[in-house]
């Protein structure tokens, strides 16, 4: 089916420890955004990429980096990662030419605790 | 700093009330408002806004912008519990770069009891 897709689902880590999210999405979108939502905060946007080759800092950026691998795939990592970065994190992707309302997609999360 | 607030950040009510949500936003670079509806996973999409006074409605839910007051709301009427669930208002800005993107409200959690 088409849409944004996260890997992984979940995920434990230790206090120092890295990791990759990765998010991909098929609907030939030119816009990436990685969001984290912390309980009854909303999303706040840590990275995002208006096309290949670009990306740019969000309201939350510190201790994480990005990178736009294709044009479809958008990952994010945490290279040593802090129990301030429990979270769950969700991928979305835009095309500025779309037409319809439904202009973001937003991927199912990942849940991550950092212990 | 862009900024969407939110009110009330809570609230309960019984079902077949009518609850009014509220949003107003502080964005520099304004393209539209959007409202979402979230239960324990992704952010689902309701409604979208551009132009300022014209009412979106579907079903239920309805939802209108006052531009010039940098506001929004949220009507439902005659609640059922399936509505229990977090109300994000989101704004989406673009920047000089091509680049666009939305910032959050902390969303409304409302609450439906039978």
């Known amino acids: 089916n088409a849409g944004v897709t996260q890997t992984p689902k979940f995920q434990v880590l230790k206090t120092g420890q890295s990791m990759t999210l990765q998010c991909a999405q098929d609907?030939?979108?030119?816009?990436m955004y990685w969001y984290r939502q912390d309980p009854g905060m909303g999303l706040r946007l840590i990275y995002y990429?208006?096309?290949?080759?670009?990306?740019d800092k969000g309201e939350v950026p510190n201790g994480y980096n990005v990178s736009r691998l294709n044009k479809r795939e958008f990952s994010l990592r945490l290279e040593s990662a802090a129990p301030s970065q429990t979270s769950v994190y969700f991928c979305?992707?835009?095309?500025?030419?779309?037409?319809?309302?439904?202009?973001?997609?937003f991927g199912s999360g990942t849940r991550l605790t950092v212990v | 700093e862009d900024k969407v607030v939110q009110s009330p950040l809570s609230l309960v009510v019984h079902e077949g009330d009518t609850v009014t949500l509220n949003c107003s936003y502080e964005?520099?670079?304004?393209?539209?408002l959007l409202w979402y509806k979230q239960e324990k996973k992704a952010p689902t999409f309701l409604f979208m806004l551009?132009?300022?006074?014209i009412e979106k409605k579907s079903g239920r839910l309805s939802s209108i912008l006052d531009k010039k007051e940098l506001s929004s709301i949220l009507n439902i009427t005659a609640t059922q519990t399936g509505d229990s669930a977090i109300y994000l208002c989101?704004?989406?800005?673009?920047?000089?770069?091509?680049?666009?993107?939305?910032?959050f409200g902390k969303g409304t959690h409302l609450i439906i009891q039978p």
């Open positions: 979305a992707s835009r095309t500025v030419s779309e037409l319809i309302n439904y202009g973001y997609t």
């Open positions: 609907m030939n979108h030119n816009s």
């Open positions: 990429s208006a096309s290949e080759g670009t990306t």
């Open positions: 964005v520099t670079n304004f393209r539209s």
């Open positions: 551009t132009s300022s006074g």
């Open positions: 989101a704004v989406e800005w673009y920047s000089g770069g091509g680049a666009d993107g939305l910032t």
